[in-house]
Structure formats: C-alpha cells, structure tokens
Nanobody, 118 residues
Framework: QVQLVESGGGPVQAGGSLRLSCKAS???????WAWFRQAPGKQRHRITA??????IDRDSVKGRFIISRDNAENILYLQMNDLKPEDTAMYYC??????????????WGQGTQVTVSS
C-alpha cells in the first residue's frame, strides 16, 4: 500500500511562488505521478504529470509550474511560479503503478490548499 502526504500549500500573493511536496511511503518503482487541482465549484483535473517517461503540462500552467521527483527520498514536487488568483485550488498528488498514468490513478494524497490573492 502506498500513502501520499502533501505539504507546502498556503496563502500567497499574485506573482509569488510556492513549492508543494508529496512524500510517498512504500515501494514505488516505475510509477507514474501527477498533480491535480480542484477549484471551488469545479471538477478536479490534472495539471501536470510524469508519465510514460515524459513530463506533460496542462496549458494553463506551462512555463509557470514544474513537476519533479526526488527518487532517493521518494518525494514528488510541484514548483509553482508567477501564481495567479485563478490558481487558487486544493492541490492533490497522485500516483499509479502503471508506467503510463491512467485517467484515475490508484493512489491519492489528502490535498493541500493553495490560495492566491490579488
């Protein structure tokens, strides 16, 4: 069983930066990874992923958000730069044993709130 614990969210002003972390417990060889977010009243959607050997970003975060992994520490990161009020959401990390991330990954963190003020 894999457990994911996010941290690093909080309030930030527009134009600022935050780095989210997602610590994974358990053995996760060749997993695929992703960050999702869910804004109030909206559906959760994927914003960036490490899948099938590639990094794939949603257009809304390209050039501003960077996903990365520390394999030794088993931590997934999301560096968020130039934050905008529309980035306000609950952020979730997700992981799956498949090399290519499925639509609904098997493992999810509890979420961390990011609030961007203008």
């Amino acid at each position: 069983q894999v457990q994911l614990v996010e941290s690093g969210g909080g309030p930030v002003q527009a134009g600022g930066s935050l780095r989210l972390s997602c610590k994974a417990s358990g053995n996760t060889p060749n997993y695929s990874w992703a960050w999702f977010r869910q804004a109030p009243g909206k559906q959760r959607h994927r914003i960036t992923a490490i899948t099938a050997g590639m990094k794939i970003d949603r257009d809304s975060v390209k050039g501003r958000f960077i996903i990365s992994r520390d394999n030794a520490e088993n931590i997934l990161y999301l560096q968020m730069n130039d934050l905008k009020p529309e980035d306000t959401a609950m952020y979730y990390c997700a992981a799956d044993p498949a090399w290519a991330l499925p639509y609904n990954p098997r493992y999810w963190g509890q979420g961390t709130q990011v609030t961007v003020s203008s």
